[in-house]
Each structure stands twice: as C-alpha cells, then as structure tokens.
C-alpha cells in the first residue's frame, strides 16, 4: 500500500508545473524565495485540521524548488510537514529527494509566509471539504 501511495504522489508531482493555474501565490520573501499553495489539494483531515501541498520555489537563488504535504492545525495554529519532493532545476524534472517526513507539530511563526497560508486556508470555505 505504501508503494502505491507513492506512485500516486509521483504522478502527482511529475505534472506539476511552476504556471499551473491550481498553484496560488502566497508571495515573495525578502531573500526571493516564492510561496504557493496548490487549491485542488485542499484537504479537512479531522476537526480544524487540512492537509495542503505548499510550493517553496528558490530557483531565483539557484537553489532547489521543494513541493511539500503538510497537515496544518487551524485552531492551534501549527503544522505537520508529511511529505517532501525536492527538485534540482526550475523545470522540476530533476528529484533530489521524495519521501516521506513525517516531524512533530511545529508552532507557525508569526510575519512567515506559513502564517499566510493558515490566515487564508483556516477560514470557512475551507474547512468544510
């Protein structure tokens, strides 16, 4: 079973692409990191808690563009991070790593782009998926 899930969120992530339309722009760090949230992937796990993928795009720095799963708690305002691809090239055709993650609960720091995602995607349209 694990395998299958796996090659579900290869599939997934090999049709990604930086101007895909699902991709939401959370924005730009001082340090030209990009942020986005992909809408279509938007997920109530349990109570206050969804289950996002988050692009962190660093390709302006020539470094790597990483596609994350994370479970966020709304009410506490933490997250989980499941779920991590992390690709070599902006054309995100070169995996560097795939695999499962799996941290502890981290508080989300407020002024981050992470406190973006939640103050949007913890809101009633939302939860109810």
């Not at 930086?18 to 942020?35: E, Q």
């Not at 938007?42 to 994350?68: P, T």
């Not at 913890?122 to 109810?128: E, G, V």
Request: glycine share 4%; net charge positive; with cysteine.
């Amino acid at each position: 079973m694990k395998y299958i899930l796996l090659a579900l969120i290869l599939i997934f992530t090999s049709t990604i692409s930086l101007a895909d339309p699902h991709w939401v722009s959370v924005g730009r760090t001082a340090d030209k990191i990009d942020f986005y949230y992909d809408v279509n992937t938007i997920r109530k796990v349990d109570g206050n808690i969804l289950r996002i993928w988050v692009k962190v795009d660093e390709s302006l720095n020539k470094e790597a563009v990483k596609i994350k799963q994370f479970q966020l708690d709304c009410a506490m305002s933490k997250l989980k991070l499941m779920y991590m691809i992390v690709y070599g090239d902006m054309d995100m055709t070169k995996t560097i790593f795939f695999g499962g993650v799996t941290e502890e609960w981290s508080p989300i720091v407020s002024g981050t782009k992470y406190e973006v995602i939640k103050d949007t995607l913890c809101t009633d349209k939302h939860r109810h998926k």
